[in-house]
Every structure is written in C-alpha cells, then in structure tokens.
C-alpha cells in the first residue's frame, strides 16, 4: 500500500504501509502523535499519544500513562481519508516513518501554509 497526499494542487505518493502523525497543539504547545495504518479498507488508527493534557486535548478514561505520554488505542472504523487543515498558531504538520520526520511542506515541495492536505490510501 501507499499514502497519497494532496494539497494546493500537488499530489504525492509515499511507499509506505504504516507512519506516525505529529503535530504541536496551538494553545497548549503539546506534541501530540498518532500511529497509522494504510490498509484497502481506508487509514485505520492505531494508536494515539499525548504528552500531556488540557484546552480540548485530554486523554479518554482508557488511556495509560507510559514513559511520559497517556497512550490508547482508539476504536474506530479505517477512514477513507484525512484532512490536515493548520491555523499556522504551532506549526505544521509532521509525518513520520522508520525514525524519519519530515513537514508536509518539506514532502510536498512548497509552503503547505493554511492549504488543507488530503491524506488517503493510493489507488491500487
């Protein structure tokens, strides 16, 4: 499987089956992060982690506190594609695979900026 992302009319495809989505929270300056899967079903979630907590960021009661972030695994259907929309307040968006991160702005080749990036599975 690959990962398509589109934004501000350039498209992208990575080789990869799975990657860990990064982002810092506007107010409270948290990293947050999630781990995907890109399955034919769609983008499944895995798992997600916060590194701390507060203004519309707080883990559900399930989550466990391991290593210094609550982690759990959110029960959720694959979603057929995201939307990684940025106020620009904590900048950008980050996507990380095998110990690598990287802006969307460095993958797609210019200033995502406030442009909406569609992320979804690739056409087989």
């Not at 860990?20 to 409270?28: A, N, R, Y």
């Not at 997600?48 to 960021?57: E, I, S």
């Not at 399930?62 to 959720?76: C, S, T, Y």
């Not at 702005?105 to 210019?110: M, R, V």
Request: proline share 7%.
């Amino acid at each position: 499987m690959s990962l398509c992302l589109a934004s501000a009319g350039v498209v992208k495809t990575l080789s990869i089956a799975a990657f860990t989505l990064v982002w810092t929270h506007s107010v409270e300056k948290i990293d947050w992060q999630e781990d995907w899967r890109i399955t034919q079903q769609g983008l499944e979630l895995v798992q997600a982690r916060v590194k701390g907590f507060g203004a519309g960021m707080e883990p559900p009661p399930e989550a466990r506190l391991v290593d210094g972030w609550f982690q759990w695994q959110p029960k959720r259907p694959p979603m057929p594609e995201l939307a990684l929309a940025n106020s620009g307040a904590a900048g950008e968006w980050r996507l990380c695979h095998d110990g690598n991160c990287r802006t969307l702005s460095d993958i797609l080749g210019h200033p995502v900026g406030v442009h909406v990036t569609i992320m979804r599975a690739c056409e087989p």
